[in-house]
T-cell receptor
Framework: NAGVMQNPRHLVRRRGQEARLRCSPM?????VYWYRQLPEEGLKFMVY????????ESGMPKERFSAEFPKEGPSILRIQQVVRGDSAAYFC???????????FGPGTRLLVL | QKEVEQNSGPLSVPEGAIASLNCTYS??????FFWYRQYSGKSPELIMF??SNGDKEDGRFTAQLNKASQYVSLLIRDSQPSDSATYLC?????????????WGLGTSLAVNP
């Protein structure tokens, strides 16, 4: 039973480029959550999605960040025109319907040069 | 402001001792509580959850919940160096039409051989 999958595991971008982070939830899970974690800091909620719907994006920066979870395929977190402050670990978690237990993927470490 | 608070630590205990990690939360309506462990450079992994007042035991781990005091703790018996990690407390709260997990900043635990 495969867990939550994220790719790439490491991503290096230059300032101004775009970063695309992918998350495939656990089989049978239709709820996806994205978190950001800066070095030596706590988890910061970004966005909560269900298939084809954004449920809560209260933690998403207003500009440059977007997320989607299409009917088919993985959830995508997109960061446009990256800046050095975007360097962080981005974690995806998934949960089955009607439960709150979240299971995390291995994360994507984004480094902006 | 709905909050989850943890002592940041580091909490240092000798190998074989009991490590006690504490978490307080502000939302009296919270019904379930989660403990996650995060090793340095890794993603959070679920240790256990608790819904009812009292104790819940799983191997060397015991979660203790006191809803009247809005307090949940995690005890680790016979601590091992491999238990050295950051322990995160998470509490679901109602946020509009959905529920979201509110995360503490975590307590860093060091188990000394």
């Amino acid at each position: 039973n495969a867990g939550v999958m994220q790719n790439p595991r490491h991503l290096v971008r230059r300032r101004g480029q775009e970063a695309r982070l992918r998350c495939s939830p656990m089989k049978g899970h239709s709820h996806v959550y994205w978190y950001r974690q800066l070095p030596e800091e706590g988890l910061k909620f970004m966005v909560y999605l269900q298939k084809e719907n954004i449920i809560d994006e209260s933690g998403m920066p207003k500009e440059r960040f977007s997320a989607e979870f299409p009917k088919e395929g993985p959830s995508i977190l997109r960061i446009q025109q990256v800046v050095r402050g975007d360097s962080a670990a981005y974690f995806c978690a998934s949960s089955p319907d009607r439960t709150e237990t979240q299971y995390f993927g291995p994360g994507t470490r984004l480094l902006v040069l | 402001q709905k909050e989850v608070e943890q002592n940041s630590g580091p909490l240092s205990v000798p190998e074989g001792a009991i490590a006690s990690l504490n978490c307080t939360y502000s939302d009296r309506g919270s019904q379930s509580f989660f403990w996650y462990r995060q090793y340095s450079g890794k993603s959070p992994e679920l240790i256990m959850f608790i819904y009812s007042n009292g104790d819940k035991e799983d191997g060397r781990f015991t979660a203790q919940l006191n809803k009247a005091s809005q307090y949940v703790s995690l005890l680790i018996r016979d601590s091992q160096p491999s238990d050295s990690a950051t322990y995160l407390c998470a509490v679901p709260i109602n946020a509009g039409n959905n529920r979201k997990l509110i995360w503490g900043l975590g307590t860093s635990l060091a188990v000394n051989p």
